[in-house]
């Protein structure tokens, strides 16, 4: 294949990247808490936590893991949001041995039973908070041994202690739960389990880089949701591919390890996941929100000291935008703005790069590729509205249905191959069937368009794609376009039934400005699209559904909710 992409690459870009030079995961992790031992690795509630007191902590919490007598490369969950004991937890289970299998916080009782039940796990890492749900669910899972940590665990002994009070207490955010202790089933508490584990010795992991390192559950979205099986080469192919891509917009703080990233992406997504691994590469450090809900101390946060790195979705980037307090932020020391996990709209772009005079990278990625996939160049000046080109030691295809390349231009599904793309769906041997093509290339749903300088842009999924009077229609198209209609600060698009049309556009819109009406965003869009392309039908909603990391859920809206 012609990899015509690579003339495009900055100055300085490698165009491959070597996993090989780690024995796996564990042993990138393990080389880093060494050499930065005296380090800070991660700030949270102004509580820091160094690479040195990571490595403790983890060496405990695996040594603990390893007592209890899982078996090698055992299942084990993780129900945390960005906290302390996020960290420690999935250093404590790679070093044991073990896979990771992430999970949403904030899941309902049949979603949790549904990934511990499919991925086998037989022991979970959760945050009281989430507690009662797990009671709900755990007598019909595999899980044998709980570990339960509370909010204040790594904080400090007397400000952690009043973070838990808070928390329980005042907030009230704990619901009362009762874990049954049946069939040999063990509830430890963190700090215990910590504690245990100081006494105790890890034994080295003998995870080799083909071993499975995340059971890395998609979103469920068209479905229920499936474990993507990604090993330690693919999760140490991803961090290399990152630090390749993103050094060069570092070059001004002259030291990469003086990076400050800020981790408001929850965790547990393979977005933020990654970046957070490719901190540790650097021996860089990581500033935690827990809730980047709440704007107002979220911007608190962001002015306390300079930060650099800011990955995030469209809806948190446009939501900080709209926040009053936003302005009074110092961005002279940001160097990346990286968009990922769902379409980045021209409008928020141009307005994120008028506030913060930082341009708007966009990049794509899934689950299944370690959220690694391609990315503009990140000293861009400008967004480009294509979602770059594909990254080190990836390729990328533009194929028809039946696997063929289609011709420069054209579109067709987006299909990657790379050290980083999963080895397949776990226990889905029909799903991994469709999944890859015969030349192995892993088949994504997104249908794009690559042009001659080897830069993608995506048109849509396959199955968000509207079809009026036979002609396709995109809604990422018309979502990009509406975004940029004055008074408007997010939209969505779906196809409805129309016995004429087959299918008509509907357009949800949330405005800031009362003033806006319908007819003022149809005319917009007949302006601006072609005729078949214009909305038949316009609501204003005061928000849309949206996942835990910010998604638009189409699906929610065809389901009229």
């Given at each position: 294949m012609d990899k015509i992409w690579l003339d495009s690459y900055p100055a300085g870009v490698p165009h491959d990247i070597n996993p090989e030079q780690y024995r796996s995961l564990t042993h990138l992790l393990e080389e880093s808490f060494k050499k930065n031992a005296s380090s800070p690795f991660s700030v949270c509630m102004d509580r820091w936590m160094s690479y040195g007191e990571l490595d403790d902590l983890s060496s405990a919490l695996g040594a603990w893991l390893q007592s209890m007598g899982l078996e090698p490369g055992a299942r084990v969950a993780i129900m945390l949001p960005n906290i302390p004991q996020f960290a420690v937890t999935m250093a404590g289970v790679l070093r044991a041995g073990y896979t990771c299998v992430n999970v949403n916080p904030l899941y309902t009782a049949r979603e949790l039973e549904h990934q511990l039940k499919d991925s086998g796990a037989t022991a979970i890492v959760i945050l009281e908070n989430f507690a009662r749900t797990l009671e709900e669910v755990i007598d019909a899972t595999p899980v044998k041994h709980v570990v339960v940590a509370s909010m204040g665990d790594l904080l400090g002994f007397l400000f952690g202690s009043w973070i838990t009070f808070a928390v329980r207490h005042l907030a009230k955010m704990v619901p009362a739960y009762k874990l049954p202790l049946t069939d040999g089933r063990t509830v430890t508490s963190f700090n215990r389990a910590i504690a245990s584990g100081t006494r105790m010795t890890l034994k080295p992991s003998q995870a080799t880089m083909d071993s499975i390192a995340f059971l890395q559950y998609t979103g469920g979205t068209t479905g229920l949701s499936k474990g993507a099986v990604l090993t330690h080469r693919n999760i140490v192919a991803a961090v290399l591919q990152a630090e390749a891509w993103f050094t060069p917009a570092l070059k001004r703080i002259g030291d990469v390890s003086k990076t400050n990233s800020i981790a408001a992406l929850p965790l547990y997504h393979i977005f933020a996941l990654t970046l957070s691994l490719l901190a540790i590469r650097w021996g860089s450090h990581l500033t935690l929100i827990p809730n980047p809900r709440d704007f107002g101390k979220f911007i608190e946060v962001l002015k306390k000291r300079p930060f650099h790195m800011l990955p995030a979705v469209n809806t948190l980037f446009n939501a900080l935008l709209q926040h009053p307090q936003f302005k009074s932020v110092d961005f002279s020391s940001?160097?990346?703005?990286?968009?990922?996990?769902?379409?980045?709209?021209?409008?928020?772009?141009?307005?994120?790069?008028?506030?913060?005079?930082?341009?708007?990278?966009?990049?794509?990625?899934?689950?299944?590729?370690?959220?690694?996939?391609?990315?503009?160049?990140?000293?861009?000046?400008?967004?480009?509205?294509?979602?770059?080109?594909?990254?080190?030691?990836?390729?990328?295809?533009?194929?028809?249905?039946?696997?063929?390349?289609?011709?420069?231009?054209?579109?067709?599904?987006?299909?990657?191959?790379?050290?980083?793309?999963?080895?397949?769906?776990?226990?889905?041997?029909?799903?991994?069937?469709?999944?890859?093509?015969?030349?192995?290339?892993?088949?994504?749903?997104?249908?794009?368009?690559?042009?001659?300088?080897?830069?993608?842009?995506?048109?849509?999924?396959?199955?968000?794609?509207?079809?009026?009077?036979?002609?396709?229609?995109?809604?990422?198209?018309?979502?990009?376009?509406?975004?940029?209609?004055?008074?408007?600060?997010?939209?969505?698009?779906?196809?409805?039934?129309?016995?004429?049309?087959?299918?008509?556009?509907?357009?949800?819109?949330?405005?800031?400005?009362?003033?806006?009406?319908?007819?003022?965003?149809?005319?917009?869009?007949?302006?601006?699209?072609?005729?078949?392309?214009?909305?038949?039908?316009?609501?204003?909603?005061?928000?849309?559904?949206?996942?835990?990391?910010?998604?638009?859920?189409?699906?929610?809206?065809?389901?009229?909710?």
């Open positions: 940001l160097c990346v703005s990286q968009a990922g996990g769902m379409a980045a709209s021209e409008g928020t772009a141009r307005h994120w790069q008028e506030a913060t005079g930082c341009a708007m990278v966009e990049g794509w990625g899934m689950s299944e590729t370690c959220a690694i996939g391609t990315n503009n160049p990140v000293t861009s000046k400008e967004f480009s509205g294509t979602i770059g080109l594909p990254l080190p030691g990836i390729q990328i295809a533009i194929k028809d249905d039946d696997g063929h390349s289609v011709a420069q231009g054209e579109p067709g599904e987006i299909c990657i191959h790379g050290p980083n793309v999963m080895t397949g769906y776990y226990n889905q041997p029909d799903e991994n069937a469709k999944a890859f093509t015969a030349d192995g290339f892993m088949r994504t749903g997104d249908i794009g368009i690559m042009d001659e300088r080897g830069y993608t842009r995506i048109v849509d999924r396959k199955k968000d794609m509207i079809l009026v009077s036979g002609f396709n229609v995109f809604p990422n198209e018309l979502e990009n376009v509406i975004s940029l209609c004055p008074g408007v600060v997010e939209c969505a698009a779906i196809g409805i039934a129309d016995e004429k049309q087959g299918e008509a556009i509907k357009v949800f819109v949330v405005r800031n400005d009362p003033m806006l009406t319908e007819e003022d965003v149809g005319k917009y869009c007949r302006q601006n699209l072609t005729g078949y392309k214009v909305p038949k039908y316009i609501e204003f909603r005061d928000d849309l559904p949206k996942t835990n990391v910010g998604k638009i859920l189409r699906r929610e809206l065809r389901a009229g909710k």
